[in-house]
């Protein structure tokens, strides 16, 4: 199966500020990358898909990236409405796999 | 539009079993694979288990094989999840998830399993 390393694990950030959270796969999976940001009580909402398409909805300030196997999502502006758990998903083979998910919290 | 809606959901004790169901709607169900996701409370998200389109390949988590089975059927538009010999850890969340990886993947809203005595 493939791994999804996600760092960090949580991080505080002040508004305005720029944040960015990765995922590392173990093997190539091309852009078969997406993103996904939950708050407490929903389900998870896609916000990044084939790495780097911003999902529909989704505010600009979203974005992701790809270096290789590592992915990032960057948030150029933090909204208070950005707080939440972010995951990133594998979707290029079965077993799909999430990372283990970062914990974004207003400093 | 798409919708998908699970239940069966309840509270159990360790050791039963329990059924659990996702009906969907808005999309040619038939045609995509489906995901069973767990999320234990506090905790991530936890892929349990996977079905292609025609059920030919299925795919389980080390932590439910053989102890759970997803399977479909496509004519009433509907995924389960059959869970037997149920322990506390897999108390959570479970939803039922399209993820092709694509802009239209969709996430139900949840159903709870709690196992308790």
């Known amino acids: 199966d493939i791994q999804m390393t996600q760092s960090p694990a949580s991080l505080s950030a002040s508004l305005e500020e720029i944040v960015t959270i990765t995922c590392q796969a173990s093997?190539?999976?091309?852009?078969?990358l997406s993103w996904y940001q939950q708050k407490p009580g929903k389900s998870p909402q896609l916000l990044i898909y084939?790495?780097?398409s911003l999902a529909d909805g989704v505010p600009s300030r979203f974005s992701g990236s790809r270096s290789g196997t590592q992915y990032s999502l960057k948030i150029s502006r933090l909204q208070v409405e950005d707080i939440g758990i972010y995951y990133c998903?594998?979707?290029?083979?079965?077993?799909?796999?999430f990372g283990g998910g970062t914990k974004l919290e207003l400093k | 539009e798409v919708q998908l809606v699970e239940s069966g959901g309840g509270l159990v004790q360790p050791g039963r079993s329990l059924k659990l169901s996702c009906l969907a709607s808005?999309?040619?169900?038939?045609?995509?694979?489906m995901n069973w996701i767990r999320q234990a409370p506090g905790k991530g998200l936890e892929w349990v288990a996977s079905?292609?389109?025609?059920?030919?390949?299925?795919y389980y988590a080390d932590t439910v094989k053989g102890r759970f089975t997803i399977s479909r059927d496509n004519a009433k538009n509907t995924l389960y999840l059959q869970m037997t010999s149920l322990r506390s850890e897999d108390t959570a969340l479970y939803y039922c998830?399209?993820?092709?990886?694509?802009?239209?993947?969709?996430w139900g809203q949840g159903v709870m399993v709690t196992v308790s005595s």
């Open positions: 079905i292609s389109s025609s059920s030919s390949y299925i």
């Open positions: 998903l594998q979707a290029y083979s079965a077993p799909r796999t």
């Open positions: 998830a399209r993820l092709t990886g694509s802009s239209r993947d969709y």
């Open positions: 084939g790495a780097t």
């Open positions: 093997q190539d999976i091309g852009n078969w």
């Open positions: 808005g999309f040619t169900f038939s045609n995509y694979g």
